[in-house]
């Protein structure tokens, strides 16, 4: 058999190059090189790996998993890495069941009475006792259950993270702006704003990066708190009150991106590293939100190409501070 380049081989599988480079980095999947040929080729051996590489990422199998399984010569390691992936999914699918039965439930009672109030009457006190009687009477929900309790522990199931990315950021200069008081996101990103547009900043630094973090987090007796953002500047920009620079070290992060508003990710994430065998949470500067940062993503968009009321940041990526255990 003919050896196949990698971009053969990324065409006739539907991935991308990045994809078969990264699987290479891995150890997942060898390449070849041949002499006085720069690219990478693969050979039946290979591709015998990408095709099972293949199915078994069709079937959710995680990568680290995978290359376990193929390289086990034990076929009871394989056999228990599989019933282990088939629990957590039965665990999913039953979460997604009990939701299911709640809202089944909910559009039931709606299609029976259409005049029918959401905020008063859908979801009303007696609400909860209906759903219990209505689940219990059909077996959905077992006598020693709550309904409250299942219904919470459905979405805890589902809320675990699995996708969330390991990244490093890099020593940075940065320009800060800070309040406290009510409101301080909308008014420490108006002295931000102020400060990017007077200087121009995105037109000089179009890779310009945008954080933001509670400081403090606690609320005083009357509700205030403090959040302050920073924005990545060119180490010659001059910077005046009530700009402050910065210079922030860095370091390794778990990242998980969100959509804005949905800031209780925050708890899947802290979940997510006090579960994890390889990192641990690593408290540092800043200490506003023990080292956690929130990344605005997006800001050359948001302040070359949109208009001045049509701008805003609409995706997040929460940043929790780790360390290799």
């Known amino acids: 058999m003919a050896l196949k380049t990698i971009s053969q081989v990324a ?6 190059t990045r994809t078969l480079r990264y699987y290479e980095e891995i150890g997942l ?13 693969y050979d039946e051996k290979a591709l015998q790996r990408l095709n099972h590489i293949v199915v078994l990422r069709k079937l959710r199998i995680p990568l680290k998993q995978i290359g376990e399984v193929l390289d086990q010569k034990d076929i009871c390691a394989a056999l228990q890495t599989f019933e282990d992936n088939i629990r957590l999914m ?17 559009v039931k009672r709606i299609n029976e009475n259409l005049t029918l109030r959401v905020s008063t009457e859908i979801l009303g006190d007696n609400f909860l006792f209906e759903i219990i009687e209505t689940l219990s009477d059909q077996d959905q929900i077992t006598d ?20 969330v990315r390991i990244i490093h950021l890099p020593p940075l200069v940065v320009a800060s702006s800070h309040y406290f008081g009510k409101n301080p996101e909308d008014n420490a990103m108006a ?26 987090s606690e609320q005083d007796e009357d509700g205030n708190y403090g959040y302050e953002f920073w924005v990545t500047i060119p180490v010659d920009l001059q910077v005046t009150a009530p700009i402050v620079r910065k210079s922030f070290d860095g370091g390794l992060y778990g990242a998980h991106a969100i959509q804005m508003g ?38 050359y968009a948001y302040y070359m190409l949109m208009e001045p009321d049509q701008a805003k940041f609409d995706q997040l990526d929460l940043l929790i501070p780790i360390v290799s255990k």
């Open 144 to 163: 020693e259950e709550n309904s409250m309790e299942a219904l919470e522990k459905s979405n805890e199931t589902l809320s675990t993270l699995k996708d």
């Open 262 to 299: 949905n800031f209780h990710e925050w708890q899947w994430l802290y979940e997510w590293v006090k579960a994890s065998e390889k990192y641990e949470l690593d408290s540092r500067e800043p200490l506003g939100m023990g080292g956690s940062l929130e990344e605005h993503l997006n800001p």
């Open 11 to 16: 065409k006739h599988y539907d991935l991308s």
């Open 90 to 106: 039965d665990k999913e699918i039953s979460a997604l069941m009990t939701i299911r039965d709640f809202l089944s439930v909910l």
């Open 29 to 41: 999947l060898p390449s070849r090189r041949e002499e006085d040929y720069a690219y990478r080729l």
């Open 191 to 216: 002295m931000l704003n102020d400060f990017i547009r007077t200087t121009g900043l995105a037109d000089i630094k179009s890779d310009l990066r945008i954080f933001g973090f509670n400081n403090p």
